[in-house]
């Protein structure tokens, strides 16, 4: 078990690898002594929920969205018992009151729900954040499955310390990717800082229990 201090070590030296800048006074996260995971249950209920209002925002996109298609969406989220996990942003989606800009902001959420299904074990590893999903997997993942319960029988959280280690690295990706905006410069090493940040709040949203999916923490 990595002590806060071992972990961001561990992160420095991998953007040591890749060259990306980084600051020593960027502090450490939490121990795993220090936070409480969500449950299994409520991480899969999000993944679900998730994957199925992005595919409704992408719909929109393509102005392919109607009453018949909605109707469907709310009958799978209701079957899937995950009609109640839903957020305001993704009630939005579904109700159709939204911008291009929420629309094309949900999409990226694509983003944010890979993080979910690697925690859950479905996807194998967090590679390194250059380049989108794959968005065919991504949509399998979920509705390939007819039931929650089917779902549930293909997830197996991950330990808390992978958890940690990965918040703790796209914390310092981030950082890099917020110092390169700031100086009006690309992101640095083919960081895609989109992914990066939509990864980052979806990794405080497993270890924060009061993070807002919606509104996560992405500070830096």
Known sequence: MKTPQQRKEHSIEILKQHDIPYIDGLPVIESAA??????????????IACLWVIQVACDLNNNQYDDETQTFVLDILKKMQVFEVLTEKEQAILNRHVSEQDIVNMVWKYEAYWVLLWALGIVDELNYPENIVDCDFAVQAVVSVKSFDEFMAKVQLRDIEEILDQA???????????????????????????????RHGALNWLIQAESDWDHPDVST
């Open 34 to 47: 220090d936070v409480q995971i969500r449950s299994v249950e409520s991480i899969a209920k999000r993944a």
């Open 168 to 198: 703790d690295l796209i914390y310092r990706y981030d950082w890099a990717c917020v110092n390169a905006r700031l100086k009006q410069e690309k992101a640095p090493a083919n960081l895609n800082a989109s992914v990066v940040v939509e």
